[in-house]
């Protein structure tokens, strides 16, 4: 699994620190919304051709290991 410095930025110069795709100006957000409304991978790296296949897998595996961890509540308090 790739490291989260590794696909997603976070630059208080780019879209005020929301994390985005390293190396775009594409909000992290934008995926987990497009695959919220049914829109398939496939339509949103299109939507977002300055995205890779690999960043929005590794995104969506660096999410899956969040989710699924065993200290998820911990996780979850440190994050809010």
Same mark, same amino acid.
């Given at each position: 699994m790739?490291?989260?410095?590794?696909?997603? $930025?976070?630059?208080? &110069?780019?879209?005020?620190?929301?994390?985005?795709?390293?190396?775009?100006? =594409?909000?992290?957000? /934008?995926?987990?919304?497009?695959?919220e409304?049914?829109?398939?991978? $496939?339509?949103?790296? &299109?939507?977002?051709?300055?995205?890779?296949?690999?960043?929005?897998?590794? =995104?969506?595996?660096? /999410?899956?290991?969040?989710?699924?961890?065993?200290?998820?509540e911990?996780?979850?308090?440190?994050?809010?």
């Amino acid at each position: 699994m790739e490291a989260i410095k590794n696909v997603i $930025n976070i630059d208080s &110069e780019i879209l005020s620190g929301q994390p985005v795709f390293k190396n775009t100006r =594409v909000p992290v957000e /934008a995926l987990f919304m497009h695959l919220e409304k049914g829109i398939s991978l $496939n339509e949103f790296l &299109e939507d977002f051709p300055s995205v890779t296949r690999e960043q929005a897998v590794a =995104v969506l595996e660096i /999410a899956e290991k969040i989710m699924t961890s065993k200290n998820i509540e911990k996780i979850y308090e440190t994050a809010t």
